[in-house]
Nanobody, 121 residues
Framework: QVELEESGGGLVQAGGSLRLSCVAS????????MGWFRQAPGKEREFVAA????????YYADSVKGRFTLSRDNAVNTVYLEMHSLQPEDTAVYYC??????????????WGPGTQVTVSS
C-alpha cells in the first residue's frame, strides 16, 4: 500500500526558510525516484523538484532552482525539501510522491494530505 505523509509547512515571511519532510511507506519509497509537487489555490498541481533513488541526481523547476534543495535518507524512507528565500508565489500545498525519471510524472497518482506553505509579503 502506498502511503505518504508530508510535514513541516507553516507560515513564514518572505525571505524566510522552511524544511519539509515526507515519510513514505516501503512500497512508496523503494526503489523509486521521489518528487515534490505543489498546488496553489485555483491552479494546477506543478512539479517542484525530484531526486533519484540513490540520491545522486536532483532536478528542479526553474522557479525554485538555487533556492530549494532536495535530499533523501533511504534508511528512514524520508525525503527532505529545504526551501530558502521563500516568496509569496511559493504559497501552496506541497506534496511528495514517487515519480518516473526522467519524465518527472507521478508513478502511482497517489498523494498524501500535503503540507501547507504560506509566505507572507
Amino acid at each position: 500500500q502506498v502511503e505518504l505523509e508530508e510535514s513541516g509547512g507553516g507560515l513564514v515571511q518572505a525571505g524566510g526558510s522552511l524544511r519539509l519532510s515526507c515519510v513514505a511507506s516501503d512500497s512508496a519509497f523503494s526503489p523509486y525516484a521521489m518528487g515534490w509537487f505543489r498546488q496553489a489555490p485555483g491552479k494546477e498541481r506543478e512539479f517542484v523538484a525530484a531526486i533519484s533513488w540513490i540520491g545522486g541526481n536532483t532536478y528542479y523547476a526553474d522557479s525554485v532552482k538555487g533556492r530549494f534543495t532536495l535530499s533523501r535518507d533511504n534508511a528512514v524512507n524520508t525525503v527532505y525539501l529545504e526551501m530558502h528565500s521563500l516568496q509569496p508565489e511559493d504559497t501552496a500545498v506541497y506534496y511528495c510522491t514517487p515519480i518516473s525519471w526522467p519524465t518527472m510524472s507521478a508513478l502511482f497518482d497517489c498523494w498524501g494530505p500535503g503540507t501547507q506553505v504560506t509566505v507572507s509579503s
